[in-house]
């Protein structure tokens, strides 16, 4: 087994921060846990917690609607949340609209556009096979209700999107009217160009949708500089808490659509007869916003910038890396997409076979792991048509981030050979 002691360099992040993180330090299954799950939750600080509790405790109160003090404050703290991811990401507050999650973010965008851009049948919207659900189903739906035509990328062998066959194919083309694809994929852990694509959608007179989940986290994005028109993120994989996600848009697109829901503090006048409504980004924020969870999510922020972007980024390579080499070297295993550390983000898709080439189930892999403490994801991954594309039901993936260390990549790689071993009968 490689030395990790030997990777100290690259992997010092890791140790720096694990003490702010206090769920890394319990045990699961009478040892110490493993966490390698963050590609579905990232674990959250002591100072994002406590940024929480100290605005329930001193500072409650509903946002704009309530003039006295604890409202002023409260109104306080929630733009500047706004303004913090604003800042992070490298837009204007008034372009971040509050949505619960990233799949509300995509609904918004698809419903939105739909209704803007008077889709009907004749027109295309384009996506790639291997998308989260959240950017399959709004697509679909859309495409229901007007008559579009829904498009896709393929991939290549190597887990990449197959732009040359979709340049052969003219996948973008006159009629296409809306591109939406993920800055990285949560399966195959792809990063892709998401420059070159909106480049070529914005040729033929297209608006470019990007699903940033994974992207944001790991990155470091900005995302005027993407070419994109509408970019969805969530605060629960950046070390935020669940309950917010983010749409960023150019200021004079959100200021050409409608309404996605309606409520209070989305209007500027309500008659019985009718109702005129604000300007971004109230309008698409109905009824009370998830003011505790754009608290968290700013706190989420300060701490990223105090580690430095860069520095997380350096460390997702490197464990990312690591990983991709040490299981590389596990019998049995394949790796779904990239298997060189380029372009690539840190999710690792993959599956287990015994020697008689039966895989092991991912659920049954999942349990096996978690009994060791050791907590990766088993299923699809709300991915089933790219699971299709691969000729999978299912795989497990492990997922890194900027508190994981050399030793719990170890430990998988160990548990993954003992797990093999033990479901082809060679440990009773």
């Not at 990449?160 to 066959?165: A, I, M, S, V």
């Amino acid at each position: 087994m490689p030395d990790s002691s030997l990777a100290v360099p690259p992997f010092s992040l890791a140790e720096e921060v694990r003490p702010d993180f206090p769920v890394l330090g319990r045990a699961v299954g009478g040892v110490p846990l493993a966490y390698l799950d963050s590609a579905n939750t990232s674990q959250k600080p002591q100072s994002v917690i406590d940024a929480m509790s100290e605005f329930t405790a001193h500072h409650n109160a509903n946002v704009a609607r309530a003039m006295h003090t604890l409202g002023g404050e409260a109104t306080a703290a929630f733009e500047g949340g706004r303004a913090k991811v604003a800042d992070f990401v490298g837009a204007r507050a008034e372009e971040i609209v509050f949505t619960k999650n990233a799949s509300e973010a995509l609904n918004l965008a698809a419903h939105t556009l739909g209704q803007h851009l008077k889709l009907t049948e004749g027109d295309e919207v384009v996506i790639s096979v291997a998308e989260h659900h959240s950017n399959i189903v709004p697509w679909q739906l859309l495409c229901e209700r007007t008559g579009a035509r829904l498009r896709w990328f393929d991939i290549t062998d190597d887990g990449r999107l197959d732009l040359e066959k979709a340049a052969e194919d003219s996948l973008i083309n006159e009629r296409t009217r809306i591109v939406s694809v993920a800055w990285v994929s949560n399966v195959l852990g792809t990063v892709v160009p998401v420059q070159q694509i909106a480049a070529a959608a914005a040729a033929v007179g297209a608006l470019t949708v990007l699903d940033a989940s994974q992207a944001v986290p790991q990155l470091g994005v900005d995302v005027t500089a993407s070419g994109a028109d509408l970019v969805a993120f969530t605060g629960h994989k950046l070390l935020g808490p669940t309950g917010i996600g983010v749409l960023w848009g150019r200021y004079d697109l959100l200021a050409s659509l409608p309404p996605f829901l309606g409520g209070g503090e989305m209007i500027e006048v309500v008659t019985m007869e009718g109702s005129t409504y604000a300007p971004p980004p109230a309008r698409f924020e109905a009824g009370t916003p998830p003011i505790i969870q754009a608290v968290g999510l700013g706190a989420a922020i300060d701490y990223l910038a105090g580690v430095g972007m860069d520095r997380v980024h350096a460390h997702e390579g490197a464990i990312t890396g690591y990983a991709l080499e040490r299981l590389g070297g596990v019998e049995g295993l394949r790796i779904l997409g990239p298997v060189e550390n380029v372009d690539r983000g840190g999710a690792i898709s993959f599956t287990l076979a015994t020697p008689d080439g039966t895989d092991v189930h991912p659920h049954d892999l999942m349990q096996f792991l978690d009994a060791r403490g050791i907590a990766v994801r088993g299923g699809h991954h709300c991915a089933r048509p790219l699971h299709r594309r691969l000729g999978l039901v299912a795989s497990t993936r492990a997922s890194a981030y900027l508190y994981t260390t050399p030793a719990e990549i170890d430990r998988l790689a160990d548990a993954l050979d003992y797990t093999r071993d033990f479901f082809s009968g060679g440990i009773r």
